[in-house]
């Protein structure tokens, strides 16, 4: 027999996940992947307010699940089994406790801004054609056709 034959099988040893630690990171990601399936399944009229309660919902949910990853902070320096969640790769302490919120709040915002709609249905805050630029005349055609995505219907 060849010496590399006789060689121990190689051991693995499996990383430590704190899935409380990483609650809002999972909240949002899970949102992300209902989010698709709305755009995907829900009628076009329905869309648009189901994907903002959708998402100012999630994102106020990954919020307060801040408070329970408080209790659950693993600061590092290196892979430790039991402290870090998943072997050093994410590192949950104070200062990133805080970006998270601050990163959360700024998402709300945007969401609401994005959302806004001047004059309600059939109206945008924003230019009704991408390809549009503001105050011309084929944005006023857009406008009066009543075009408020690029998408085809």
């Known amino acids: 027999m060849s010496p590399a034959l006789s060689l121990p099988a190689a051991q693995f040893s499996t990383p430590s996940v704190d899935a409380l630690a990483l609650l809002p990171i999972l909240i949002v990601l899970g949102a992300a992947l209902i989010g698709v399936l709305v755009e995907a399944f829900v009628p076009r009229g329905q869309r648009y307010s189901t994907q903002v309660v959708l998402t100012v919902v999630s994102l106020l949910a990954a919020m307060g699940s801040l408070v329970v990853t408080r209790d659950h902070q693993g600061i590092t320096a290196g892979p430790r089994p039991g402290v870090d969640t998943l072997k050093g790769s994410v590192v949950v302490d104070g200062p990133t406790l805080f970006l998270q919120l601050v990163i959360l709040l700024f998402a709300i915002i945007a969401v609401l801004t994005f959302a806004e709609r001047l004059g ?3 109206s945008d ?24 995505t690029s998408e085809r219907a």
């Open 125 to 148: 805050a924003f230019t009704p054609m991408g390809a549009a630029t503001p105050g011309s005349p084929l944005e006023a055609q857009a406008r009066r056709l009543g075009a408020m």
């Open 120 to 122: 309600g249905v059939g």
